[in-house]
């Protein structure tokens, strides 16, 4: 677990790469690390108590519909009626949270 010194050097170290800097006057910062994830950082007095660092990562290789089944993140039957929509040209819409594991939702629509 990180002290509050630790997280404090944390963020600092992260945004010596961005060019951009903990300043409580803009204290909601988004950047882009040289790797290409993104970074988002609330600092104290818009939180509660600590600052939320988040980074998102984006992944190197887009996993197949059969990676994503044996996985254990989607069942083989919606699988199926996602491959059906694709074939057909129809719209999806897929609703969750941005780091959920599974989608809270999967419609086709006509």
């Known amino acids: ?3 509050e010194s630790g997280i404090a050097e944390l963020i600092e170290r992260l945004l010596c ?3 951009r800097r903990d300043d409580l006057s803009s204290p909601l910062i988004d950047a882009a690390l040289p790797e290409c994830s993104c970074l988002h950082i609330m600092l104290p007095d818009i939180t509660d108590s600590h600052p939320p660092v988040n980074v ?3 992944i190197a290789r887009i996993p197949s ?3 994503v ?3 254990g993140s ?3 039957a919606a699988a199926g009626s996602l491959d059906a929509a694709v074939v057909d040209d129809a719209n999806i819409l ?3 949270q941005t780091q959920a594991s599974t989608p ?3 419609l086709r629509l006509q």
Do not use: I, Q, S, Y
């Open 74 to 76: 989607l069942t083989p």
């Open 104 to 106: 809270t939702w999967a």
């Open 56 to 58: 998102r990562k984006f």
């Open 94 to 96: 897929v609703t969750g």
């Open 1 to 3: 677990m990180l002290t």
């Open 65 to 67: 519909p059969h990676d």
């Open 69 to 71: 089944v044996e996985a």
């Open 17 to 19: 790469t961005t060019g």
